[in-house]
């Protein structure tokens, strides 16, 4: 049974324990070492060790197929010498075709792994945490493997294109792939760029390490004052949605919404500030995503890591398939300039949109859902031009806030939409919510008293309530300043009161100890 | 090369001003999507086909830059 998680008292423990020990060796190559063993060991808490060893196995066949490849262009280097560009391209192209070998078999056996557990998981295989035990009706279900498994083709990919240099260090690429602030639940990192940070540790900085742990507090603050308070209750409301009255359950799914982000931001906080206060640097996975103003936004600033692999790695591969450009040229003298641009957008997104479905769940409301945003988004991005029209033939004014508070409501509503087609765990769920909150309106349950019936009385929503302005205060400081750099600037006392009420915060209002069983973060499941 | 690259752009794209910034990619004024379409329409004008490593941001973040990568393969 797992009990590391990274919003666990435990976690604490040892993420002060390993920062004070890295802290204080004085050389790269120790501090390196000193993460390593750290990654063993939060893995061996919160995956296990036996689950650990499809991690290293999947490192070792990262290392040797970029080495591989490596090893293959550096024939292509001795070859080209002298020859023009032009000429080096046949040339290459033939190495290429060598390469993809060695490409396609690390990535056939990385997503044959993740693709057999995701299959076993909806085919409800047993779960077991020992290789020897594995059968075919068995599954294991690594930690982070649909997390380290993108960032390792994504890996593959990037030294097949030529854009990353392979690690030749095993150890170094090791600390990467099991590096224990992104192996729960990313950001889905790029090896290569990961490699270089710790190839080049910084050293000690005050201002680095308390904005780290502030972040991480901050990301405490989200997930156990605010998401604990709500998931619970959600989720109670969701297995069971018809004892519930219309208007409850719109309440159920903005706060559904609510706990979801706070849940995932809040971890990427407590991720993102771990890693920085060690002087590692990681990608950003949110930005303020419910400001967004349209789907196509929305998916840049949610979950940002996951839509920037998928556009590196399946979009523009496809978009930019000569026998795909061939297609849509040959749509295009056939139907119009509007209908190629169209369906070249059109096919690469929705073969993305549904692969994003099935990376987070293979049922059939997963399947539904990435159809959603794939559609959602084709329609924005063909038809732009009607869209923005439609306002101006309304006389609305763009410019103002007002329109602009219109545009985020119908994202959030879009998102929220989405939510409901996964929520109740049935490809009919968002048919289900919908008829619900349709059929038994009941308004009346607002005012009665009911609504704090159902595992959030008075205060605690008053708690959510107070927790979510503050978090949405910061979020539109966010968007203007660094907040962090700002609070640097204060005088020291009222730094320190800062400092003091987000932690009393979290140890007062935050939800945790041993009965509480919600405290593991959504998005690790995936 | 650059005259016939912009005027190539202002024919697919008209609202899009690419002498206004160095950081066409970088400030968001070229999505994935606008960047397709612009290899699409040099690739098939240049008879070039851009090798895929060669698709990344610092490739197209102005004319000039664009200019520079088509010129290395005709």
């Known amino acids: ?526 | 090369m650059k005259e016939k690259i912009l005027e190539i752009l202002s024919e697919t794209y008209p609202e899009i001003d690419f002498e206004s910034s160095d950081e066409l990619v970088d400030d968001g004024t070229l999505d994935s999507l606008t960047v397709v379409g612009i290899i699409s329409a040099l690739s098939s004008e240049f008879d070039v086909e851009l090798p895929y490593e060669e698709i990344i941001p610092e490739n197209f973040n102005s004319v000039d830059a664009m200019a520079e990568v088509f010129e290395k393969y005709m």
């Not at chain 1, 990274?6 to 004070?20: D, E, G, H, P, R």
């Not at chain 1, 979290?506 to 499941?525: H, P, S």
Request: hydrophobic share 50%.
């Open chain 1, 1 to 526: 049974m797992p009990i590391m998680t990274y919003n666990s008292l435990f976690f604490v423990l040892f993420f002060t324990v390993l920062l004070i020990v890295y802290l204080i060796m004085p050389v790269r190559i120790l501090k390196q070492i000193v993460i390593l063993i750290g990654n063993f060991y939060f893995y061996k808490y919160a995956g296990g060790l036996n689950c650990m060893s499809v991690l290293i196995a999947s490192t070792i066949l990262i290392y040797g197929c970029s080495l591989w490849m490596e090893r293959i262009y550096a024939g292509f280097e001795r070859e080209a010498e002298g020859l023009s560009r032009k000429e080096q391209v046949p040339l290459l192209n033939s190495y290429k075709k060598k390469t993809k070998r060695v490409l396609f078999l690390g990535v056939f056996i990385l997503l044959g792994v993740l693709i057999y557990v995701k299959v076993g998981k909806l085919l409800h295989f047993e779960e077991v945490a020992r290789i020897r035990e594995l059968s075919f009706k068995k599954i294991m279900i690594p930690l982070g493997l649909s997390y380290y498994t993108f960032s390792s083709i994504g890996y593959l990919a990037d030294v097949y294109w030529r854009k990353a240099k392979p690690e030749h260090n095993f150890l170094t690429l090791l600390t990467c792939t099991t590096f224990f602030p992104t192996i729960v639940q990313g950001p889905i990192g790029r090896y290569d760029r990961l490699v270089q940070q710790f190839r080049e540790l910084p050293k000690f900085s005050y201002e680095r390490v308390c904005h780290g742990l502030q972040r991480m507090w901050w990301g405490f603050f989200k997930k156990s004052v605010i998401a604990d308070r709500i998931t619970p209750v959600t989720t109670a409301m969701f297995a069971d949605v018809f004892s519930y009255a219309g208007v409850e359950m719109v309440l159920a799914v903005i706060g559904n919404v609510i706990a979801i982000y706070m849940d995932f931001s809040g971890c990427m906080d407590i991720v993102i500030g771990a890693a920085e206060a060690l002087g590692v640097t990681l990608d950003e996975n949110f930005r303020q995503p419910f400001f967004a103003k349209s789907a196509a936004e929305f998916w840049r600033r949610w979950h940002i890591t996951l839509g920037t692999w998928f556009k590196d790695y399946v979009y523009m591969p496809i978009a930019m398939n000569p026998r795909f450009m061939k297609m849509t040229g040959n749509a295009r003298k056939r139907f119009g300039a509007r209908f190629g641009k169209v369906f070249s957008a059109a096919i690469p997104l929705m073969i993305v949109w549904i692969l994003t479905g099935l990376w987070h769940g293979t049922g059939k409301d997963y399947l539904l859902w990435g159809f959603y945003w794939g559609v959602l988004i084709i329609i924005e991005t063909a038809f732009d031009k009607e869209l923005k029209a439609i306002p101006k033939k309304l006389h609305m004014r763009t410019e103002t806030f007002g329109y602009a508070l219109l545009q985020m409501i119908r994202t959030f509503i879009f998102f929220a939409i989405g939510r409901m087609i996964t929520a109740v765990g049935v490809g009919r769920s968002v048919f289900l919510i919908f008829g619900q909150i349709f059929r038994e309106k009941r308004l009346y349950t607002l005012f009665d008293g009911s609504l704090y019936s159902h595992g959030l009385d008075e205060k605690n929503f008053h708690v959510v309530l107070i927790g979510l302005a503050v978090v949405w205060l910061v979020d539109i400081l966010s968007a203007r300043f660094d907040v962090r750099k700002k609070i640097d600037e204060q005088p020291l006392v009222f730094r320190w009161v800062l400092y003091l009420a987000l932690v009393m915060s979290v140890v007062i209002f935050g939800i945790y100890g041993k009965a509480y069983d919600a405290k593991a973060f959504v998005y690790g499941g995936f």
